[in-house]
């Protein structure tokens, strides 16, 4: 079964940066499968913020995050990346990994808090 470790988060200033990163142990078909990232911001639900597919070649990001955060994964080490720059007091959350069409058990997810 899989299971997902993120990991990156912290505090940080507005306007900074931050590289998050997710192991899918376990998984026997990430390398064929779209994978996404989640947000559940404080007192909210957890929501996709961005995706890409299998071959790396299309990535989709949720309006608020587009052209600041950048999506992308290594096959062969079962591993995806978000790079978030620009980083807004909205940004703050705790953001998971998971298959782009949610399935198994959700990490521990990893804490971004945005603050001056």
């Known amino acids: 079964q899989v299971q997902f470790v993120e990991s990156g988060g912290g505090l940080v200033q507005p306007g900074g940066s931050l590289r998050l990163s997710c192991v899918a142990s376990g998984s026997d078909d990430f390398n064929l499968s779209p994978m996404g990232w989640y947000r559940q911001a404080p007192g909210q639900r957890r929501e996709l913020i961005a995706r890409?597919?299998?071959?790396?070649?299309?990535?989709v990001y949720e309006d608020s995050v587009k052209g600041r955060f950048t999506i992308s994964r290594d096959n062969a080490k079962k591993t995806m990346y978000l790079q978030m720059n620009s980083l807004k007091f909205e940004d703050t959350g705790v953001y998971y990994c998971?298959?782009?069409?949610?399935?198994?058990?959700w990490g521990q997810g990893t804490r971004v808090t945005v603050s001056s």
């Open positions: 998971n298959y782009y069409n949610p399935r198994g058990s």
């Open positions: 890409i597919n299998s071959f790396s070649s299309v990535s």
